[in-house]
């Protein structure tokens, strides 16, 4: 029998290292708090599985629940190691059994009585391969079981089992043995057999185990299996173990200790020679150095625990410690555990391992900071690259055509203080290397940031000037751009007015009313002001109108001029206020008409030969002049009209009354012009639109969207999908 089955513990007792699990066992067992459901998870091979028969054996022996077994019962008889067994305890191989159909089975059994017992028990080892569909098939009676049924689930990955299930376990985490543990294990266990061991064979089985009872107990049957009448020797167990001799590896620590790369190249070409394999020496190697790295850091480790050896392993292993030093030792075992991921799977294993010493043996080939800190001790130990950069230095000496070598002045008197410069000489390049790129930073970052508060006050002499306008409104544009993108998108095609006539306003002209409401909102004034304050040096507001207010439509073709010398009465409204919310142009027409229902005025303005002040000389507006022409039409109809619908127009006398008389006419002109009268009211109403389309802020009568679409396509390149 195999000493895993033959050694197998009977008892919570006679579990080794997995304290933490059998005294709270032992505890609820005592004390008659039964679960229904136990997880035993944990690595391989680390007592899962028998400690759930323990806990079987307890719960149904005579005396029980117990934690201490009788062991004279027929439930103990039979649920001992090597016993038959009973119904009322079974155990399910889920990685075999893990379907919908074996969960339903074992569901359909699970609600039976025992036949001889106090509890049926289920152990389903490695748990975590059953499907998804076999866990929901099992849900519902883990959740709410039978009195008498108890499951204990085995598993190594327990985050793979249905949480909702795990949820109703008592976890119970089991872990490997530590070396001290599983020594005292495999000691007993030799003993019981009767055989003879050398000490060095221990620390070569407990490495090998990894921690596993199961896994440990295996390789030291297959070693006792195979000893003679001696018993197992250490070059037996080494051969059979596959494991590095230590003479190989003590070879390649004292290689690099002395900086002895043929030594090294030398023991990687024994490795091969003696049929070991190279990513197997590599292991070993990494092993080497984290006892010394222990060794190094706790002189005691060999009392502690931390390191086991042989006992006359233990000095040579001191001694290696001391010869490596701490920081080589760092930069080894990190070169070494780098390497033995690219070894893994490789073609030429042999040549990765000679890179790797060769790595190992060349600290000046790294800049890590291992690498720096072994340079360092090296240099602290006297035994750096200092007379290979004095020859250097000698051999690249210029020579003299007499013969003699050209030697400067003051090389002799730096001759003796040479020595101990030359030794913090990579230290002090690097350092100084890094100085140099700290300052070549700091000097490129630096001057960024001194223009900026020096180019703003140069706009102070002309803050607000008219003529300047045109160049204000650029460099105001040109800040937008940087702070907010959509206020420049709304801005960039408004024109800088020609006639400015307020000192804290800058008039704007933009082709679009919907730009321009926008850039007259509230958030917007305050970003062009903000740009404005830092162009010009004093805050200064943005107005945006709609349309050219210079230029004049020359349209012979309609009587607008024909009331042009009239001008209407001042009120007090804005054109702004005017507008409606409604769709329609003809309605926003008539409420600008009712708005100004009131009687205009029909005094004649003074010529334009007739001399005024300079100061109250200004066009008036253009709107007010249509506003009048609309109501003097309006008040005709209803005089001359059938309840305000106008009659048919006469046939005009001459033809030429209906052309606009000449601007520069001095003559007064009529309250009333006097004009043919329309055809029919569309056309009215037609000559209306024209004519209010020409209007400021009343000249886009497109949807948002089409305007958005508009923006798009001429800004930024986009095209209509419909």
């Known amino acids: 029998m195999a000493l895993y089955r033959k050694y197998r513990p009977a008892s919570f007792a006679e579990v080794v290292g997995q304290e933490h699990v059998t005294e709270p066992l032992s505890t609820a067992l005592d004390s008659g708090q039964i679960n229904h459901a136990y997880l035993f998870s944990g690595p391989r091979g680390c007592g899962k599985t028998s400690s759930a028969r323990i806990l079987a054996r307890s719960l149904n022996c005579v005396e029980g629940p117990t934690s201490t077994p009788c062991g004279k019962c027929d439930s ?82 327990p985050e793979k089992m249905l949480a909702t299930i795990r949820s109703r376990t008592h976890n119970y985490p089991f872990r490997l043995l530590t070396p001290p543990a599983m020594r005292g294990l495999l000691e007993r266990v030799v003993a019981g057999e009767g055989k003879n061991i050398e000490d060095a064979v221990y620390p070569l089985v407990v490495r090998a185990g990894g921690g596993s009872p199961r896994d440990s107990l295996s390789l030291m049957d297959q070693l006792l299996a195979g000893s003679g009448p001696e018993g197992v020797t250490y070059q037996r167990a080494l051969a059979l173990l596959g494991v590095t001799d230590s003479a190989l590896i003590d070879k390649a620590v004292d290689a690099l200790a002395n900086q002895d790369q043929a030594s090294l190249f030398g023991v990687v070409d024994d490795v091969v020679d003696a049929g070991y394999e190279p990513r197997r020496f590599a292991t070993d190697l990494l092993d080497r150095f984290r006892d010394l790295l222990i060794l190094k850091a706790v002189p005691d480790a060999f009392e502690r625990g931390l390191v086991d050896a042989p006992a006359g392993a233990q000095e040579v292993l001191i001694e290696e410690a001391q010869a490596l030093g701490q ?46 800190a072994q340079r360092v001790e090296a240099l602290e130990k006297g035994r750096g690259n200092a007379p290979a950069v004095t020859n250097s230095a000698e051999e690249t000496a210029p020579v003299l055509s007499s013969g003699r070598r050209y030697e400067r002045p003051s090389k002799a008197k730096r001759e003796e203080p040479a020595q101990p ?127 050219d207010r210079q230029k004049e439509p020359s349209q012979p073709g309609k009587a607008e001029a024909a009331p042009s010398g009239i001008i209407p009465q001042e009120t007090g409204l804005d054109p702004a206020e ?68 106008p009659l048919p127009p006469e046939p005009p006398e001459e033809e030429w009354d209906s052309v606009p008389p000449e601007p520069a006419d001095p003559s007064p002109r009529a309250p009333v012009p006097e004009k043919p009268e329309l055809a029919s009211k569309k056309e009215q109403d037609d000559e209306f639109l024209d004519q209010i389309a020409e209007g400021p802020g009343e000249a886009d009568h497109r949807k948002p969207l089409d305007i958005a679409g508009e923006l798009v396509e001429k800004h930024l390149g986009g095209q209509r999908l419909r």
């Open 76 to 157: 103990c008889i039979a649920l001992a190691p090597g016993g038959s067994g009973t119904l009322d305890v079974t155990e399910l191989d889920a990685a075999t059994h893990n379907g919908v159909d074996d969960m339903r089975e074992l569901r359909d059994r699970a609600f039976y009585a025992p036949a001889d017992s106090r509890y049926r028990v289920f152990i389903i080892d490695e748990a975590h391969m059953i499907s998804k569909e076999g866990f929901n098939a099992l849900l519902k009676i883990v959740e709410e079981p039978p009195e008498h049924l108890i499951f204990i689930f085995a598993t190594t990955e």
């Open 327 to 372: 920081a080589t030792i760092t930069r080894c075992a990190a070169l070494v555990n780098e390497g033995l991921s690219q070894m893994r799977g490789a073609t030429a294993p042999r040549l990765l391992l000679e890179i790797l010493c060769a790595r190992m043996a060349l600290p000046a080939a790294g800049m890590t900071v291992e690498a720096l």
């Open 421 to 547: 410069a030359v030794e913090e000489d990579p230290v002090i390049t690097e350092a100084r290397r890094a100085r140099e790129i700290m300052d070549r930073n700091r000097a490129q970052t630096e001057p960024e940031s001194e223009p900026v508060p020096v180019a703003v006050p140069e706009p102070e002499p002309q803050p607000n000037s008219p003529r300047n306008a045109a160049e204000e409104w650029t460099q105001i544009l040109a800040l937008v751009k940087e702070s907010n993108l959509s206020a420049w998108i709304a801005a960039r095609d408004a024109v800088a007015a020609d006639e400015q006539t307020e000192a804290d306003e800058l008039l704007v002209r933009h082709h679009t009313g919907a730009l321009a409401k926008f850039v007259n909102s509230e958030a917007n004034r305050k970003i062009y002001a903000e740009a404005a304050e830092k162009a010009l040096g004093s805050p200064l507001t943005v107005i945006a109108v709609v349309g």
């Open 578 to 645: 005017l507008k409606s919310n409604s769709n329609s142009a003809l309605e926003r027409a008539r409420a600008m008409a009712e708005a100004y229902q009131k009687p205009a005025s029909t005094q004649p303005q003074p010529s334009a030969n007739t001399s005024t002040p300079a100061s109250t000389d200004k066009p008036e507006p253009r709107w007010k002049a249509r506003a009048q022409k609309y109501r003097s039409e309006h008040q005709h109809n209803v005089d001359n009209g059938f309840n305000g619908v």
